[in-house]
């Protein structure tokens, strides 16, 4: 009985702090592309002085991601968890490789960014020759707004299809990943904040699994009461 009790202890745990992991990746995700966002203006095309004035913000930002990053690998972890033996090999390969790809072109975005604002933030811009701070700025907008949002719709799009099947999030919540999904994927870049559609998601699932892992923590301690008031 006790070694019982400790399994399911465990398992309870275990959510419970990835749970709280994609929380965070989501608050710091927000946090970071809101910090960047009202730092420099939104054409690619403008010129590098915002960056300078406010490069100790921007850089905040980008320090920002890769905790959010680890944050977002334990938040897979617990999805994969939570599917348990239910877990697809087809839609687990597009579920973890999604996940994946998406990290690499926020991690490298954000290297390419940091670097630059290092360069003008150290008085060095004269040696960005002609059009290379243009070019690197639409650079980083086309990884982000082409590349990593669409694996972001892909994560959300596999995740849904995994739910629908599994149910390890309500229905409701499965159909406004597919259609969040749909939005993210057919985005052509030019919707402002669209990028915030990800982490919110995100953020609304694992507050889900908070709650029901919670829940179920309650339901184990009555039914172990219960049980101890019976013998």
Do not use: C
């Amino acid at each position: 009985m006790n070694h019982e009790a400790d399994l399911i202890r465990q398992r309870l745990r275990t959510p419970r702090a990835a749970a709280i992991a994609g929380i965070l990746f989501s608050l710091l995700l927000m946090a970071s592309m809101l910090l960047i966002r009202t730092s420099i203006p939104v054409d690619p095309l403008a010129g590098e002085r915002d960056v300078i004035n406010h490069s100790k913000r921007i850089t905040l930002g980008l320090n920002l991601l890769p905790f959010a990053g680890i944050s977002f690998l334990w938040f897979v972890g617990v999805l994969r968890d939570r599917m348990g033996k239910l877990e697809d090999r087809f839609f687990a390969t597009v579920f973890l490789g999604s996940a994946l790809l998406f990290l690499a072109m926020i991690f490298g975005a954000g290297a390419v960014a940091a670097g630059i604002v290092r360069l003008l933030a150290s008085g060095s811009e004269s040696l960005m020759g002609p059009g290379a701070y243009a070019l690197a700025r639409i650079g980083i907008y086309q990884v982000m707004h082409v590349y990593a949002i669409r694996m972001a719709g892909v994560f959300m799009m596999s995740t849904s299809t995994i739910s629908l099947r599994t149910r390890i999030v309500p229905r409701w919540m499965t159909f406004l990943g597919f259609a969040l999904a749909l939005t993210l994927l057919l985005s052509n870049g030019t919707i402002n904040g669209i990028l915030l559609v990800f982490p919110l998601w995100v953020l609304s699932i694992s507050i889900h699994i908070l709650i029901d892992n919670l829940r179920g923590r309650s339901e184990t301690a009555a039914a172990s009461a219960k049980e101890a008031l019976n013998r």
